[in-house]
């Protein structure tokens, strides 16, 4: 890749929106749990597209990369969960992709096959703060709506109000101020509900 190339690339996609993994040098399991976590990250974020660098694998034996090859194998789970929309080969060692929309997330059919992560469960919502509880409460209630429940009852709208934290909040990042983090995922997929 040449300098203009990369000028290019960096106008484009900016270095929020770029996953450097060739400069990371992770493990090839570690590149794909960093990967996946940052993708996910990116959709809540509203993020269109992005750029994710693997390498081509000059450097490694035979010319292999594990890294690329974990992430290769990443893309297709993630577009079947609806995280992204979908991907293409940018150069032979990087990623174009696109993200789904954040309520597609709750559209993600469960696959037996695929591990499920790592999903905090909390049983109740009582600490988050009021606007977070009355955002998720009108969320779920477009969510349910949806779906042809047009009067839920209490426990369907607690129920729908628990799923849809449970989902956007295993997207977020750990250590940042995750409710406001939250608060943006939902006001996202809320715009996106409306939008049809």
Known sequence: MTSLDRAFDELRF????????RALQPTALQAAALAERWLREQQVLGTAEALVITGRGNNS???????????VRLLPSLRRRNVIAGYAEHTPGSFVVTFAPVKALFEAPKRRREKPGPVPRPATLQGLDEETVRQLRDLSI???SVLGVHSPTRLQLEDEMLRQFTVLSAALP???????????????AAEEFEAG
Not at 174 to 188: F, K, N, S, T, Y
């Open 142 to 144: 477009m969510s349910l």
């Open 174 to 188: 750990d250590g940042a101020d995750r409710e406001a983090l939250l608060q943006q995922a939902m006001l996202l």
């Open 61 to 71: 034996v035979d010319g292999y990369s594990p890294v690329r090859e974990s992430v």
């Open 14 to 21: 900016g270095t929020g929106h770029t996953l450097n993994l």
